[in-house]
């Protein structure tokens, strides 16, 4: 069965630094997708940025970027200049494009410190 | 653009009564739909996906069920609530089965 595996229960930033939240998964397809989702203390889950297997690119979406590295299946993210705004909940998430059930890692809580 | 409702945005049942959280949809036709459950501090855990009106699939065995009435209606039910159906759910929708977009969600508190 396929897993979601996030190692870093608690992370902090300093106001306008980097910080990179840790995913890792396995899975034996080979087309897949992978997600990043931010749920600050309003719990609504926010899609933060997506990528797809087989594009060999990085997404990036303003100061959110991944390192998608396919073949350790390692999908980490990258805040840069970060905001208070950013202290949440991050979730990594995975689903196959045939079935579209999303897997989730049990998550990175995240604090900024001004 | 699309929008996802979900209410109740917040429930308190006694243990033994009847359930009924409701999610729908605007501005897109025939989306998947889910029903997922967050325990306090915990990651989501899937409970029902439909494909279509009167089809939902249970990837957990449990005290609910759900309906899919409407294209863009999703209801989840119980007849007979748990203290452990306590919870945080969260009803979300799918293009095409890649990312999902969640609503508010449901704080459930079964006393």
């Known amino acids: 069965a396929q897993t979601v595996t996030q190692s870093q229960p608690e992370m902090s930033v300093q106001e306008a630094e980097t910080v990179t939240l840790s995913c890792t998964y396995d899975t034996s397809e080979s087309d897949y997708y992978l997600f990043w989702y931010k749920q600050p203390p309003s719990r609504q889950m926010i899609l933060v940025i997506r990528?797809?297997?087989?594009?060999?690119q990085n997404a990036t979406e303003n100061r959110f970027s991944v390192n998608f590295q396919k073949a350790a299946k390692s999908f980490s993210l990258k805040i840069s200049d970060s905001q208070l705004g950013d202290a949440a909940m991050y979730f990594c998430a995975y689903t196959e494009r045939s079935q579209g059930n999303l897997i989730f890692g049990k998550g990175t809580k995240l604090s900024v410190k001004p | 653009s699309q929008t996802i409702h979900q209410w109740p945005a917040t429930l308190v049942q006694p243990v033994g009564s009847p359930l009924s959280l409701e999610c729908t949809v605007e501005g897109t036709s025939n989306p998947n739909l889910y029903w997922y459950r967050q325990a306090a501090g915990r990651g989501l855990q899937l409970l029902f996906y439909?494909?279509?009106?009167?089809?939902i699939s249970s990837e957990v065995p449990q005290n609910l069920s759900a309906s899919r009435p409407q294209d863009r209606q999703f209801i989840l039910s119980s007849k007979k609530l748990l203290l452990s159906d306590s919870g945080f759910y969260l009803c979300?929708?799918?293009?095409?089965?890649?990312?999902?977009?969640f609503g508010p969600g449901t704080r459930l508190t079964v006393t």
């Open positions: 979300a929708w799918s293009p095409t089965g890649g990312e999902q977009y």
């Open positions: 439909s494909v279509g009106i009167g089809q």
């Open positions: 990528q797809e297997a087989y594009k060999q």
